[in-house]
């Protein structure tokens, strides 16, 4: 099948800022959080920015390779190698900041053992996704089209209805008439009864996704391709931990500017 290569280039290209946005986020957060209790410059430490790596790793490119099946239809070598040069970047991009970060702690041959182990980890993750896409698989399930296309979530203030979040085109009017009602929308959330019964890492993974896409909200005139991930992203990420409400409001508002 016939496909606009510059237009995959360039998409997949879009979403390396937000994975060096996440990784550095994340490992700095954790970086507090071991150095307020005592233990940064230990073994843990390590084992946590090697999580950090592979599952920020594994769910980008998870991402980009449905994205990649949806919009060249099918997952042929022309799509792969694409997709193959956007997942060595993304694991160039998080080896680099882990490394850093790893070497920082002084921990020696502790760290560069470790650092090793990670290496191979990422590699892995990353041939066997390519692998899959490849042979038209995701994990254990078959690559298949989506007719919406992206998030589709149940709204539990109108029965029966979808709000299909991110399928349609950004349209700078709406946005302007719709950009106080989401930052206030996220705002709210945060606020509400539902987050305060989140545990402390649903609310973390809440605030962190949340900052990034009030962010790109808060701009005169956003990336649209950053506030539609994102967008989506919250939305279903606050339907997982049980944000339903927020999960809604959030969705409604987003359906308006995605016209």
Do not use: C
């Amino acid at each position: 099948m016939v496909f606009d290569t510059d237009y995959l280039g360039r998409s997949l290209d879009n979403r390396l800022p937000d994975v060096h946005e996440a990784v550095t986020r994340e490992v700095k957060a954790l970086q507090n959080k071991h150095a307020a209790a005592g233990r940064l410059k230990s073994g843990a430490t390590l084992i946590a920015v090697e999580d950090i790596a592979t599952n920020l790793l594994k769910s980008t490119i998870t991402d980009a390779s449905k994205f990649t099946f949806e919009f060249t239809g099918g997952h042929e070598p022309g799509a792969l190698v694409y997709l193959k040069n956007f997942a060595d970047r993304v694991q160039h991009l998080i080896w680099a900041e882990i490394t850093e970060k790893a070497e920082r702690l002084g921990l020696g041959e502790v760290s560069t053992n470790h650092l090793e182990k990670v290496r191979g980890k990422l590699d892995r993750f990353k041939q066997q996704a390519l692998d899959d896409f490849s042979h038209g698989m995701q994990g254990s399930e078959r690559l298949k089209k989506d007719p919406v296309v992206n998030a589709v979530i149940n709204q539990s203030n109108s029965p029966g209805a979808v709000a299909q979040v991110g399928a349609g085109t950004f349209s700078q009017s709406a946005f302007v008439q719709q950009q106080h009602q989401l930052i206030e929308a996220i705002d709210q959330a945060i606020n509400s009864p539902e987050f305060a019964a989140l545990n402390p890492d649903q609310q973390q993974g809440f605030r962190d996704i949340a900052d990034v896409l009030k962010a790109e909200a808060s701009t005169a005139k956003p990336d649209t391709g950053k506030l539609q991930r994102w967008g989506k992203t919250l939305v279903t990420f606050a339907a997982d931990i049980g944000m339903k409400a927020a999960s809604s409001t959030i969705a409604q508002v987003l359906t308006k500017i995605f016209t």
